[in-house]
């Protein structure tokens, strides 16, 4: 294998590689960590020899009782911590570490904290960033840059994540690799036949988003475009799916969920307006995707480079409605779902209509984003890190 970039990888007959995985962890609430879990799940099977062990990031704002794979505990606000932390890993008989880098997960301005683990660290470093800003302050490109110097390679999911590694900071193009995000193997198959098992008649039109609730998703512009809608078909249902983010709870309680069922009123939604408040499991999740029509992620910001949900969704063969949001612009084109204006409840209408009255389109999305979900199943994904990280530990 050429060692001079980690694009040139090969598959590998056996992996037999130690890694430690340096991230948030279930069970605490947040995408990072159920990221990190479906990928390790995946990486364990093709690896059994050696299970991937977690590092886990801990906030002392939410604490959780971790599952046996964390062998490691960093304070996110304790700088001694991250430096300790390095020290461990290069006592450990480990091969390579990965690194799941969002900069709220650590401590400190702009999560500079982890900077201190990255410099003490001895042992090969792979990357992933799931956000790469295309604005970041000072702080934020200094953070990525030392990150991205330190690592013998640095994993994005989008072309457009990659240019700006390249562009904004400075990374040498030899040292990315673009892997998708991983989406379970869901087996293809009409929405109808699922709404039952999750309470809903085989005619409902369930559009759905599955989210820590906060502001900055869009939700209330969803609920003024199903009273829309309405008007043209009464059981146009939408199910908001997620607890509120813990940390938006911490700060502003309910006030965001409560705005949201203050409009449900407002426009005479209570028949077609469903609240799942709680946080769900996968194999809930899955089930819960099965049955819905349309998924929809109307987020407000723009930046977004990743979507564990949007993933999950394509995987499933839904049609995918979203804002221009990075990661939607590259997964949805070509046909694989819709964009529209954010901010826009007539264009969610609009989109909307289009599936409801165009059975024939609707078809092609789902088979699109369907065929497209293939190349991001875990067992594929894994794959692809487990050639990077054999290529890393050359």
């Known amino acids: 294998m050429k060692k001079a970039s980690p694009k040139a990888i090969i598959l590998s007959e056996q992996f037999k590689l130690r890694g430690i995985f340096v991230s948030s962890y279930i069970p605490r609430k947040c995408g990072i960590a159920t990221y990190t879990k479906d990928l390790t799940n995946a990486i364990n099977i093709l690896n059994p020899d050696y299970f991937a062990e977690i590092m886990a990031m801990d906030d002392p704002r939410e604490v959780v009782d971790y599952p046996w794979e964390v062998k490691y505990r960093i304070h996110r606000n304790v700088e001694q911590d991250y430096i300790t932390a ?121 559009v759905g988003s599955i989210n820590l609730v906060s502001p900055s998703k869009g939700i209330e512009y969803v609920i003024e475009a199903i009273a829309k809608v309405k008007k043209f078909h009464k059981n146009v249902k939408f199910l908001m799916i997620g607890q509120t983010h813990p940390l938006v709870k911490l700060h502003a309680g309910e006030a965001y969920r409560q705005h949201i069922k203050t409009l449900v009123k407002k426009f005479k939604l209570e028949d077609n307006f469903v609240e799942i408040d709680r946080y769900i499991e996968l194999d809930e999740l899955i089930e819960y995707l099965k049955a819905l029509d349309v998924y929809i992620t109307p987020y407000l910001e723009k930046s977004q480079t990743s979507s564990g949900t949007l993933a999950y969704a394509l995987g499933a063969g839904k049609v995918c409605i979203s804002t221009p ?68 530990t050359q």
């Open 86 to 206: 390095a020290q461990y890993v290069n006592k450990s008989s480990c091969d390579y570490v990965s690194l799941q880098h969002e900069y709220g997960i650590f401590g400190g301005n702009a999560g500079v904290n982890i900077n201190s683990f990255v410099r003490h660290l001895k042992k090969p470093l792979i990357t992933t960033f799931h956000t790469t800003l295309e604005k970041p302050s000072i702080e934020e490109q200094f953070v990525l840059k030392r990150i991205a110097h330190n690592s013998k390679a640095c994993i994005v999911m989008v072309p457009e994540a990659e240019k700006r590694l390249k562009k904004i900071y400075d990374v040498p193009a030899d040292k990315i690799v673009v892997i998708p995000h991983g989406v379970p193997n869901i087996p293809f198959s009409p929405s109808h036949l699922f709404k039952k098992k999750i309470g809903f008649a085989e005619d409902d039109f369930l």
């Open 325 to 392: 949001y990075i990661y939607a612009k590259e997964t949805l084109k070509n046909g694989r779902g819709i964009l529209i204006t954010p901010k826009s409840p007539q264009s969610i209408a609009d989109a909307l209509l289009t599936v409801i009255k165009n059975p024939e389109e609707r078809a092609i999305i789902e088979k699109k984003a369907y065929e497209y979900g293939r190349h991001m199943i875990w067992e594929r994904v894994a794959l692809d890190y487990l050639n990077v990280f054999d290529f890393a």
